[in-house]
């Protein structure tokens, strides 16, 4: 219909261009070389700046295309054929015939992917050359999630990465194992954590976090940096890549790369915006109160109570009997809310760039309340290179400022125990409903609250000189530097007013502690190339100190609540900590890489360590390993046999690494201050038993891998196969407690074995102009097993451990089932002794723990749209709500599971008949069963991780390109567990939540 | 780039040499002083000992008001108290004498007195091998330590029976330790309780009282001779307190609680000024029906209507048309309490200890005028002279009216007494077995030379 108008328009602008590309052709075609101008553009329509253009014969004339993707080249011969080429591209050569203006499109190399280098923390690799196991994900992976966390991101997409997130409540930790855990101790399992070249702490928290925060009140260290900054995460699995982190390299290395600015290109900016929101991923269906009241009443008629005792307010009468109250959509139902906005700036000439960017993110709780969770995030990175190219220099600084608010004690538990006809919580005139004291109200805790800032600082600075020809210096040094302040409020509001508790007995906890830690590496690096052999060698020295403060103030007595927050106003205020304590760390480690004929590769690395965790005797230990790969794929047999075959490569490592997880200065036989005072004096008390000899744990660990390319590598598959065996295990060994304590520091003669098949398939089943679809799948089997534990009959982990079975096994009873004569709950008796007694008679063993997981990713694209989903998946055990639930029929609101209760009319009944608790043999038998084979069960699931729609608006002189995104987090789970969600980490706490994120993102 | 050079070069000279020792030595963390100083200077030896009254203080079978204290578990245990509070595996069980070998409760309860024993232990081993404090100093921190440790153990011997004893700290022999029969714990307690008032001073170290002398060690070591029937001996101790210049007996019912008395032979004094005892909270409802603990309607039974300690030592709350009696022996509430410490040794004791060493005498006479010292204060008149059984029963009865929620000791009477038993007419779940309670199964599970578990559990 607008042909009509566009008619003339047409015509005339072919005529203008027509005489325009005539007259130039008049111009030139007397001199004896052309101008040549064009667009250079990606499948996906967008400008490739950097792509290389030379001359065909003449490499020495060329040139590059700018940030735009527009190129001019002068002085081409008009028969010339011009090479466009660019790293992951494939090559193109086109015959100039003349023409002024060639606009080319590259094609992705998939070939080419292997020409990718891989971080490897001191070195980098490429993926080819690879001798160790490394997985990464990049920065297009990652900011397809709506996560303030990139661990969250990394979920099901890494193969023998096996992440958990502690809780749903923004801000606290993961559970992350790397290929199993090694350790016996608890909190020996962490990995190490370098961002940009510098170790962070592995935990964040504080000892107050741990009243609210799960595991110990970890807090992850990544929460300080944006996800949407991180250019990739590079996590090393086997002893090749991790032997050269030594001591600390045992439970795997998380490096964390921040973007970078792009060298020569314009100034560009970008904004992206996002809004989102969060709900709990599933509620359980708890019974009403009907039902509920039914389950009290006949629980007293089993008891033979007949008058409900007066403090039975739910059935005596007090409270309202026909209430309801769904208490999971009142205490946990809540839409948390999700906002995100960022800014940067990028540019540079070719020798400096630089990249800044600054965001803001605020997250609220499924609690309501108020409660929320903020990041501020600045980052800057400038990157330089000397016009001669021997002397570069990255710098890169993070600065993070968290700040979070919270319910000190997660009520997801009170929400499923609460009676349903429990009172309303609040009043008409909005205060706090007490129920004429008979109600603990579970809101009234709201009044205490948690709540953390936390700020962190982060710069890295890399120096690179080449001194001689291929032989560099380096100087890698950081700086890392938190302050985090905690403050934990116990108000009288806290607490039913019959307890007759005033301010003067309210509390705050106010605790200040600040981690700094600089780290110096100077390098020296030789790459030596002759005929088919190739060189690579690599020494250098690391010193790092690590300076904590702590400093905890405690204030008791307040005028009012209102001054709570403010110690000064405190009646009683005392130090309750006020500690510095060091840690220092010395290392010499080397590498030395030997390739022929860049097929035969082979990798030695070392490190040599000195930690101050450790006694006199004991400070110093090497560690080591060696990697090789054979690229088969190009040995001239396999070429001329299997052609279907791109690329093949077997590769295998062996060595030595260790962990140093244990806190600083256990070695000390020392009495420690304590704030507590008698008669207006300090006290001390013993600090540990003494025992100055432990010494490092020792991780050994080999591989083998196979990995295969087919149909020019659109195919992809790996495999890869490992045995880690950690020994001398370092840990607080359980005492009997009439030795004063809870346990003892010292090596213990066990060993801990993690074996594991890991498989990655990536392909690109679907490629054409206009439509690509991506997809690759990863599936883990992790096994974990006590190999050998001497004397572990007599020792105090007799029943914790069985060898040959892993060490995340527990002990149960058998449950039978109910007997038909008592109706009562029936488990075997194994020592056939009369009575069920531990630990005689808990003698099942079960696994609490993965059997396999892994995920399938796909990428769907297609011209401006692209579409992506994330299945993840896993296979385990676990504990499930029978472990939880308390005695049916007690004050407590049950699932409704818990209605098929036995009778003789119900033989097929899965619960005994009720006790209003008054029986204490069916508490003792409930005790049992939330111990035994009822409470452990299958807690398999398939969940949509991730889905992400997104749409590219073309481009206009102004703006570069406007992309517009729907993200989805947790969308949707299948599982047949017994419990509010299988993906846990410890029961009863709130687990990830559901998001949806709408998003926008301006480039200019 | 000449200088630069020459910079990462030497730069890097050092640090790659420079991996020795020194570079990972460490100094002290701030908080914490090595064990050999801690004895070697009065002032920091003494804070170690003020860690053990603290702990005794906070979290101790001493510790009145406390859900982990003699003082109520006993009460509710025995016959005194009735329990309001609700929990599964703790309290609750132990008061319905339905404890379990994993009875929560029970375990901290064993947790933290084994963890005081270490406490003293290391005390007693730093004071015996300090080479720069005072003979004296070196004496009198020792002393306190073996006291402590030995009111400790004496606790757990009347719980448990028969326990593991350790004056050790090596913790390898301390993880396998086998259970030391119950007459020779006393036998041991009795020698060690003997160096102790050996080695103590009358003087108090604060005049307030709140550091044990050697008084307070006498006393206790006369329940060590009652309890193995050492009568002539608990009377000499017990007399030996009574006739101290240091001590009167206290005539004014209100004052009992009072820190000032000088009947008070050892109190535990508030971390804060202003904190209250924890028996004047623990206790306290207000407005509803109770939150904890309250007087048992059998011991109130025990009351005459006229007896003083009925209005002055409890108070009554009704709520819904409901009575109760709350003990209010202490009354002053947090941040409001300037007068009141815990009491744990007061001379009354010794009155009792001394009447029970008599009557087994058979000095009846000389007996009563003890017995009827407390009922005279609250009230009631003086008893004229009793024979025999009745003796001890009102001696066992006044006791426990004098003494109800306090320190557990009604329990301990009625054990020693062997007349436990008679708990069944109130306490329908009691059993002769439940004189004892159950090893913690953990511990158990630990140390399998602490078998068997207590019979019944």
């Known amino acids: ?1004 | 780039m000449n200088k630069l050079k020459i910079y990462f070069l030497s730069l890097l000279g050092v640090l790659l040499i420079a991996s020795c020792e020194k570079l990972v030595e460490v100094d002290y963390p701030t908080n914490q002083i090595g064990t050999e100083q801690v004895f070697e200077d009065l002032q920091t030896a003494h804070a170690a000992l003020v860690g053990l009254y603290a702990g005794l203080r906070d979290q101790s079978l001493i510790t009145g008001g406390s859900y982990y204290g003699a003082g109520v578990l006993l009460g509710a245990y025995a016959d005194d108290l009735d329990c309001y509070y609700y929990d599964q595996n703790g309290v609750v069980d132990i008061s319905n004498n339905l404890q379990q070998k994993t009875n929560s409760n029970i375990e901290t309860i064993w947790n933290t007195a084994y963890q005081q024993v270490y406490y003293a232990n290391s005390i007693i081993y730093g004071a015996e091998h300090s080479t720069t404090l005072a003979e004296s100093d070196r004496n009198h921190i020792k002393g306190e330590a073996l006291f402590v440790r030995s009111l400790i153990y004496l606790y757990l011997q009347q719980l448990f029976g028969d326990i593991p004893y350790t004056a050790s700290l090596d913790y390898e022999y301390n993880s396998k330790l086998s259970k030391t029969s119950a007459a020779a714990v006393l036998e041991q307690l009795k020698a060690d309780l003997e160096e102790a008032t050996s080695l103590m001073t009358d003087d108090y170290r604060d005049t307030e009282r709140i550091y044990p002398n050697r008084k307070a060690a006498q006393l206790l070591l006369a329940r060590v001779y009652i309890l193995r029937q050492e009568w002539p001996l608990a009377e000499q101790a017990a007399k030996s307190i009574l006739q101290s210049p240091l001590y009167q007996f206290q005539p004014d019912l209100d004052e009992v609680f009072h820190s000032s008395g000088t009947h008070i032979l050892w109190q535990l004094q508030p971390q804060n000024s202003g904190d209250a005892v924890p028996d004047a909270s623990f206790y306290y409802f207000t407005g509803s029906t109770p939150n904890s603990f309250v007087v048992s309607q059998d011991l109130l039974h025990t009351f005459a209507e006229n007896d003083l300690r009925k209005t002055h030592w409890m108070a009554l709350e009704t709520f819904e048309g409901q009575e109760w009696y709350r003990p209010c022996k202490y009354k002053n509430l947090p941040g409001d309490n300037t007068n009141e410490y815990a009491v744990v040794f007061r001379l009354e004791e010794v009155y009792f200890i001394m009447a029970e060493a008599l009557a087994r005498q058979n000095r009846l006479d000389e007996a009563l005028p003890y017995l009827n010292a407390t009922r005279q204060r609250a009230g009631l008149t003086a008893l004229a002279s009793l024979t025999g059984e009745a003796f001890n029963s009102e001696l066992l009865a006044e006791k426990r009216r004098e003494f109800f929620a306090e320190s557990g000791l009604r329990f301990f009477d009625l054990k020693r007494w062997g007349r436990l038993n008679d708990l069944s007419a109130v306490k329908p779940n009691w059993q002769d077995y439940k004189q004892f309670w159950p090893l913690p199964q953990k511990e158990l599970l630990l140390n399998t030379n602490l078998s068997p578990q207590n019979t019944g559990y």
């Open chain 1, 1 to 1004: 219909m607008q042909k009509d108008k566009t008619c003339p328009l047409k015509l005339f602008r072919l005529l203008f261009l027509r005489s325009l590309i005539a007259l130039l052709f008049v111009t030139h075609a007397n001199a004896q070389t052309i101008t040549v101008t064009g667009w250079v553009s990606d499948p996906q329509n967008q400008p490739l700046p950097s792509v290389t253009i030379i001359i065909k014969g003449t490499p020495s004339s060329g040139t590059t295309t700018g940030a735009d993707g527009r190129y001019t080249l002068k002085g081409a011969p008009p028969n010339a054929v011009l090479s466009f080429s660019f790293i992951g591209f494939k090559t193109q050569e086109i015959p100039v015939n003349g023409q002024q203006q060639i606009d080319v499109q590259l094609q992705e190399d998939v070939k080419a992917l292997s020409e990718v280098t891989v971080n490897a923390g001191y070195y980098a690799v490429k993926e080819r050359e690879r001798t160790g196991s490394i997985a990464k994900i990049t920065a297009k992976e990652i900011e397809d999630q709506p996560v303030s966390n990139v661990l969250s991101s990394v979920q099901g997409r890494m193969a023998g990465v096996s992440i958990t997130q502690n809780s749903g409540v923004p801000g606290g930790g993961y559970n992350i194992q790397i290929r199993g855990i090694n350790s016996l101790r608890a909190d020996g399992n962490y990995p190490m954590y370098i961002v940009d070249g510098v170790p962070v702490s592995a935990n964040a928290g504080s000892v107050l976090s741990g009243i609210t925060f799960p595991s110990n009140g970890e807090i992850n260290p990544l929460n300080a940096i944006n996800p949407n900054d991180i250019e990739s995460i590079e996590i090393l699995k086997d002893a090749d890549a991790t032997a050269i982190y030594g001591s600390r390299g045992a439970n795997g290395v998380i490096l964390v790369t921040t973007k970078k600015g792009k060298a020569a290109g314009k100034t560009a900016f970008s904004v992206n915006s996002s809004y989102g929101i969060s709900r709990v991923t599933n509620r359980m269906e708890m019974m009403n109160t009907q039902q509920y009241l039914d389950m009290r009443r006949q629980g007293y008629t089993n008891d033979r109570i007949t008058k409900y005792p007066s403090k039975a307010y739910d059935v005596n009468g007090v409270w309202s009997q026909d209430r309801y109250t769904n208490w999971q959509d009142e205490l946990i139902g809540h839409t948390a809310e999700n906002k995100t906005i960022q800014l940067s700036i990028s540019g540079g000439s070719p020798q400096t760039s630089f990249l800044i960017s600054g965001s803001h993110n605020e997250q609220t709780t499924v609690f309501g309340n108020g409660f929320r969770y903020k990041t501020d995030n600045l980052s800057a990175s400038l990157n330089h290179r000397s016009a001669d190219n021997k002397f570069t220099l990255d710098a890169t600084g993070l600065f993070s400022d968290q700040s979070n608010n919270l319910v000190q004690t997660d009520i997801t538990k009170q929400s499923l125990l609460l009676s349903p006809n429990a009172p309303a919580l609040y009043n008409a005139n909005g205060s706090l409903n007490w129920e004429n004291n008979t109600f603990t109200n579970p809101v009234a805790a709201y009044n205490g609250t948690y709540s953390y800032g936390s700020k962190t600082f982060n710069i890295n600075l890399n120096l690179r000189y080449e001194l001689l020809p291929s032989l560099y210096i380096k100087l890698n040094g950081g700086i890392s530097y938190q302050a985090f302040e905690d403050l934990l409020l116990y108000p009288s509001t806290m607490y039913n007013p019959s307890y007759g508790i005033t301010p003067s007995s309210s509390t705050a906890y106010k605790s200040q502690n600040q981690r700094y830690s600089y780290l110096l590496e100077p390098q020296l690096n030789y790459k030596y190339r002759a005929g088919d052999h190739e060189i690579d060698l690599l020494a250098g020295s690391t010193y790092q100190r690590t300076k904590n403060t702590e400093m905890r103030v405690l204030g008791s007595g307040f005028e009012s609540n209102a001054l709570i927050t403010n110690l000064s106003a405190a009646n009683n205020v005392w130090v309750d900590s006020d500690v510095l304590t060091q840690y220092k760390y010395a290392a010499l480690f080397g590498r030395i890489n030997y390739q022929y004929k860049n097929r035969y590769i082979i990798n030695f690395t070392g490190r040599r360590d000195g930690s101050s965790r450790f006694g006199p005797d004991n400070r110093f230990a090497s560690f080591g390993a060696i990697g090789a790969a054979w690229l088969f794929s190009e040995e001239s047999f396999v070429k001329e046999r299997w052609s279907f075959l791109s690329s093949g490569k077997l590769r295998g490592s062996y060595g030595l690494t260790g962990s140093d997880l244990i806190g600083d200065y256990q070695y000390l036989d020392t009495y420690t201050v304590s704030s507590t005072s008698y008669g207006g004096s300090t006290s001390l008390y013993p600090s540990r038993l003494y025992n100055p000899s432990f010494s490092w744990e020792k991780t050994t660990k080999l591989e083998a891998a196979l990995e295969l390319g087919f149909l020019n590598n659109r195919v992809m598959f790996n495999a890869a196969w490992y045995r880690n065996r950690s020994g001398n295990q370092l840990v607080g060994i359980p005492l009997p407690r009439t030795t004063g304590f809870i346990s003892i520091q010292a090596n213990l003669p066990a060993t801990v074995e993690n074996t594991g098949l890991e498989f990655e398939l990536s392909a690109v089943p679907v490629k054409t102009e206009k439509f690509q679809w991506n997809s690759s799948l990863n599936i883990s089997f992790p096994k974990n097993k006590l190999v050998s534990f001497p004397g572990l009959e007599g020792s105090t982990y007799a029943n914790q451990y069985v060898v040959g079975h892993p060490t995340s096994i527990v002990k149960i009873y058998n449950y039978e089932g109910i007997d038909p004569n008592t109706g009562l709950y029936r488990f075997t008796d194994y020592n056939n002794d009369g009575n069920i007694t531990s630990p005689e008679d808990n003698q099942v063993i079960k696994n609490i723990g993965v059997k396999y997981f892994g995920g399938w990713n796909n990428r769907l694209a297609y011209k401006n749209l692209e579409f992506s989903f994330l299945f993840q998946f896993v296979s385990q055990n676990q504990w499930n709500y029978n472990s939880l639930t308390p005695t049916p029929g007690t004050k407590y609101n049950q699932p409704v599971e818990v209605l098929n209760v036995w009778s003789e009319a119900n033989p097929g009944g899965q619960y005994m008949p009720y006790s209003s608790g008054a029986n204490s043999q069916k508490g003792l038998l409930h005790g049992y069963l939330m111990n035994s084979t009822r409470a452990v069960s299958d807690a398999s699931y398939i969940r949509l991780k991730n889905v992400q729609f997104s749409y590219r608006l073309p481009v206009n002189q102004y703006i570069q390109n406007i992309r517009v995104y729907v993200q989805g987090q947790n969308l949707w789970t299948i599982t047949n567990y017994f419990g509010i969600d299988p993906e846990f980490v410890t029961i009863g706490f709130l687990p990830p939540l559901k998001t949806w994120s709408f998003g926008l993102q301006l480039n200019f």
